[in-house]
């Protein structure tokens, strides 16, 4: 099946720094890519929406100075928090679109295992 | 505006006893809905969806879930849970349309006690 990985699994950084987090669909090619945000106990918020080869589409209220997206191929979009502060921290999960289209794009979102951000 | 309620933050349950998730939805228009897990530390699998036709729809893991128009929900159930099912369980919506945005509700986490 679609595996999508992330890299880091986690991250501790201090606060300042800038992080840089790696998404990866393994086994196929996924024109959209999607960042989500999800704080202890709660759901997950969608950040933004990455397409290959343009710029990503942000939440309503999501700093996309603060929260860069690159969607440089077909397999890979990064998200860099930067100038991270403690209230950065959380847990980053993406998710990428199989080209497949099986009926509802959203059946085939395939969800990595997320990024646990700390900022000290 | 849409939205997703998962009336039920925590459920204890017994192994082997039976699981009813509820998941209520506020939406324009009857959208495709889905369950899906999320085990700790982990990322989100899809249990089941519904797009259309049959309104109980079975699921892996032995999961099904019934669409229910009149009472906007779609409530998930397990005849038996096995403590393998001890997790986070997320309803989510989307529209029928390209827009590929999922809503998810809070979640309900699930303990299963021996």
């Known amino acids: 099946g679609a595996v999508v990985s992330q890299h880091p699994s986690r991250v501790i950084c201090k606060s300042g720094t800038s992080v840089k987090i790696e998404c990866r669909s393994l086994?196929?090619?996924?024109?959209?890519m999607f960042w989500y945000r999800q704080f202890p106990k709660q759901s997950l918020m969608l950040m933004a929406t990455s397409n290959e080869g343009s710029k990503a589409t942000y939440e309503q209220g999501v700093e996309k100075d603060k929260f860069l997206i690159n969607h440089a191929s077909l397999t890979l979009s990064t998200l860099t928090v930067t100038s991270a502060h403690p209230e950065d921290s959380s847990f980053y999960i993406c998710?990428?679109?199989?080209?497949?289209?099986?009926?509802?794009?959203?059946?085939?979102?395939?969800f990595g295992p997320g990024t646990r951000l700390t900022v000290l | 505006a849409q939205s997703v309620t998962q009336p039920d933050i925590h459920i204890t349950v017994s192994e082997g006893a039976s699981l009813e998730l509820r998941c209520n939805y506020s939406y324009g228009a009857t959208p495709y809905l889905f369950w899906y897990v999320q085990s700790p530390g982990q990322g989100l699998q899809l249990l089941l969806k519904?797009?259309?036709?049959?309104?109980l729809v079975q699921g892996i893991k032995g999961f099904e879930a019934e669409f229910k128009r009149s009472q906007s929900s779609f409530n998930l159930r397990k005849p038996s849970v096995h403590w393998s099912d001890a997790a986070e369980y997320f309803c989510a919506v989307g529209p029928r349309s390209n827009d590929y945005k999922l809503s998810f509700g809070a979640g309900t986490t699930v303990t299963v006690r021996a």
């Open positions: 519904y797009f259309s036709g049959d309104t």
């Open positions: 998710s990428a679109r199989s080209p497949v289209f099986t009926g509802y794009v959203g059946d085939t979102q395939y």
């Open positions: 086994d196929f090619q996924a024109t959209t």
